[in-house]
């Protein structure tokens, strides 16, 4: 299918293999040696997260699985907590366990934020605390940083580590007032992904201390991920870095035009009412199947791809999809997108 346009900056032009070559032929020159684009990238990503160390890795899995089993063999636990909805516990068949031996402790509701009362009624010695910025699967909602502290507080307390899923990082800081190194600071260890606001092809880095990534090191040995050729990966997420980065904040301004479009005309609203991120959720009055299909449809007959999937609800007569605003989606008005969203019914 041909996909012209894309509300989601995780599809569409801005991803085919053409754009991305022809993009990085602008950053790659006769003098790049295989090994530079990679430790500059660790460089820039230790330097803006203001941490003594990072290593790149093929993913945001392998990353996050590294570094708790390194928190865990640090402090010899073996349970970790997190969010229900944690990438680690849903995306990731449990690899934390299968390859790992570690367990997961999920902590709270699965449709709101973690509180730290929520964490005040682990009773097992915990290896880390995961906290993902934002919570990706429900609309990307944020924790204040006054409560972001106290958590990560109680983690060191109770002798975890406290660890950032920070796969969208970038895109989370545009919520607080606190800077990247600010936020950073509240972890002992920072994930973040390279193909997300960044736009990258695939790829992650994780920050953390000299000894923590020193260790992390070995095991990315261990898993495979010590590519040494991972030059053309980490020069698009540097391109991302130039481009996307200092833009974050437009994203998510134009996130909030789009959601206030949205809710303005009435037939779909979105959580978070005001996006906090450029990571929002629409919910639709239509059952997830039939959503799917008038996108397809959409997509057929004018190139315009408005999600990547629709979200089951518990009521079969709903559901959602996730709205991730990058450079792509600057090019939709807000009023044409509520305009598509209300136009999917007569698409089925
Ligand atoms: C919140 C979150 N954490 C971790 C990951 C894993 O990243 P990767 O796809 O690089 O393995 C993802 C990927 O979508 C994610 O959304």
Redesign the pocket.
Known sequence: MDIRRSLSNHSGPRRSPHELLRRLAERVTPDTNPEDPVRELEERVADLLGKPAALFFP??????QTALRVHAERRNRHAFAGHPQS??HV??NQGYSAVHGLRFHPVGDRNALLTLDDLRTVKEPLAAVVI?LPQ?DIGGLLPTFTDLAEQTRWARENGAAAHC?G??LWEAQTGYDATLPELASLFDTV?V?L??GLEGV???VLAGDEETIGHAAVWRRRLGGAIVDAWPLASVALLGMDENLPRMREFKSHAQAIARAINDDGFAHTTPETPQTPVFHVHLPMPKEEAQRAAENLAGDTGIKLFLYARSNPDPRRCSFEVSVGISALEFAPREVAELIRGLPSRV
Not at 59 to 64: E, H, I, L, P, R
């Open positions: 993913s945001g899995t392998m990353a996050q990438h680690l995306w990731e993902e990706r899923d796969a969208r994930y992904s193909y997300k695939r790829g992650a």
